[in-house]
């Protein structure tokens, strides 16, 4: 049975994929700050494991554990939950920052550093904890945005923090080739995140998380090498 520790699974993205790996039989430790949503996503994915189960497949295991990733004790026991071997580390876990989202040249230090730490501090902070854990072979995938390229008005302080965890990302796949290491963008989703960087707006047309799963399950299952991807590009269904 495979380990996973995949941050920010109480909903969305992350809930969506862990739902995907329980149903597949994967062990997953999974994390999030407010602890009942988190529960109620233990809850959930458990019963997706017990009913996608054979008979004699062993139980899922998800354990839950609540917390910010950004704090270094909480990214220790994560991997402590984890035990002595972690197949995938699925950085998801991310902040927006101020909403509505303010123009760069308004964007409070205090608030960019707040950002930089969930986003880039602490991704690294659990890949570093886990990396001794991890076997050759082993998968990294950090979840990025097309704002990590692309100049969005208002989008300063998450793009910037989302260019430092790509940048981050491509050295330790230059650093460690024995691995598999991505930076995967996602795309729009409508998600909270998504609707809090638009306050206001009917985001409805945005596609659901579970559209992007297939194509993190390309990069968690398949063979493509380290690298940053469009998780939209590497669904079967994309023309």
């Known amino acids: 049975m495979k380990t996973a520790i995949v941050t920010g699974a109480s909903r969305g993205l992350g809930?969506?994929?862990?739902?995907?790996?329980?149903?597949?039989?994967?062990?997953?430790?999974?994390d999030a700050r407010g602890a009942a949503a988190l529960e109620a996503a233990r809850e959930e994915l458990a019963a997706a494991a017990r009913d996608a189960q054979h008979e004699s497949a062993a139980a899922t295991t998800v354990i839950a554990v609540a917390g910010d990733i950004a704090d270094e004790a909480h990214r220790r026991e994560l991997v402590a939950a984890a035990g002595e071997r972690i197949d995938l580390v699925v950085n998801n876990a991310s902040l927006l920052g101020p909403s509505p989202l303010p123009p760069v040249a308004q964007l409070a230090p205090a608030a960019l550093e707040e950002i930089l730490r969930a986003?880039?501090?602490?991704?690294?902070?659990?890949i570093r904890l886990a990396l001794p854990r991890i076997p050759e072979g082993g998968r990294i995938l950090n979840v990025t945005s097309d704002a990590a390229v692309e100049p969005y008005e208002g989008w300063g302080g998450y793009g910037a923090s989302k260019a430092a965890l790509e940048q981050l990302t491509r050295i330790l796949a230059a650093e460690r080739p024995g691995l598999r290491v991505y930076a995967v963008d996602p795309g729009d989703m409508r998600t909270r995140m998504h609707q809090d960087a638009f306050p206001g707006e009917?985001?409805?047309?945005?596609?659901p998380p579970e559209d992007r799963v297939p194509g993190l399950l390309a990069l968690i299952e398949g063979e493509l090498p380290s690298g940053?991807?469009?998780?939209?590009?590497?669904?079967?269904?994309?023309?």
């Open 202 to 207: 009917d985001i409805s047309d945005r596609p």
């Open 15 to 30: 809930l969506a994929l862990a739902k995907a790996l329980a149903e597949r039989g994967w062990r997953l430790v999974i």
């Open 119 to 126: 986003n880039v501090v602490g991704p690294l902070g659990l």
């Open 228 to 239: 940053r991807y469009a998780a939209r590009e590497l669904s079967p269904s994309h023309a």
